[in-house]
């Protein structure tokens, strides 16, 4: 994971579907910035309110991610939602659906942010696309408490890499070390993102569905934090190929994973 962690500045056009920003939806708005306040250091100021509440975590004055509040009455899933680049996302919205995706909100714009619209593939698992204006997305990577990888886990791997190549006119190659039945998005020969088929092995009660990396100074202390915090360790720290990595939820049960970087 660490080929897609180069800085962009907070204008920089991103290839389309370069993964380009994460958002949360939650239903504590004020909880859930204080947990990630404290385990990333992360500060927040008011964002778009087009889809409700919602704010935008700065790391060192520098967007990073964006947590809003879930409408009231409506039974979604608290989960991180990561966004793919799109240079027209009117035109890309039209192809998930020509590709058998559903799109579950817009396209809209965000102010004058950008554009936006959240769809899922056909196996169910949800993303975001963005058309970046006057925010562009992320403004900071390869560093403690920056998003820097994002994986699907997904029943097998093949349909559902043809529907995000014919999409977003990835590449794929193999990922040997990750399993047998995982590949590699590449965008101009460069690593973006990951597929992992993992059959019946998603989580119990929980469909194909994306998972975003945060790194982390150091893994051990910030899996202590998750407990005290309010957190849930789901997968215990193990070595890899991009470092020591973990699974964890955050009070309300967002799925994400956090790795410290070997370097």
Known sequence: MTEAREPAG????????TPCWVSLMT??????????????????????QQLGPYVRALLDGREVAGVGRLPTGRRLPVAWTPYLASDDVDRTADTVR????????GPLDAAEAGR???????????????????????AVTGVPGAPVWNELLTFETESVAKFYKSVFRYQDEPVVSAGTDSLALLLDGRPVAEL????????????????????????????????????????????????????????EGAEFSVVQDPR
């Not at 708005?29 to 778009?48: C, D, K, M, Q, V």
């Not at 020509?98 to 909100?105: E, F, K, P, S």
């Not at 698992?125 to 992320?138: E, M, N, R």
Request: with cysteine.
């Open 10 to 17: 907070p204008h920089a056009r991103r290839l389309p579907g």
């Open 98 to 105: 020509l590709c058998g995706g559903t799109l579950a909100v």
């Open 116 to 138: 936006m619209a959240i769809a899922s593939d056909p196996s169910g698992a949800v993303f975001g696309i963005w058309q970046g204006a006057a925010h562009a997305g992320t």
């Open 196 to 251: 992992h088929g993992v059959g019946q092995g998603l989580p119990p009660g929980r469909g194909p569905h994306w998972r975003t990396y945060f790194e982390v100074a150091d893994l051990d202390v910030t899996l202590r934090q998750v407990a005290e915090l309010g957190g849930r360790v789901l997968a215990p720290a193990h070595d890899g190929p991009h470092g020591r990595t973990a699974t964890v939820a955050d009070p």
């Open 27 to 48: 239903h504590g708005l004020e909880a859930t910035e204080a947990f990630y306040g404290e385990l990333f250091g992360w500060e927040f100021r008011p964002g778009p």
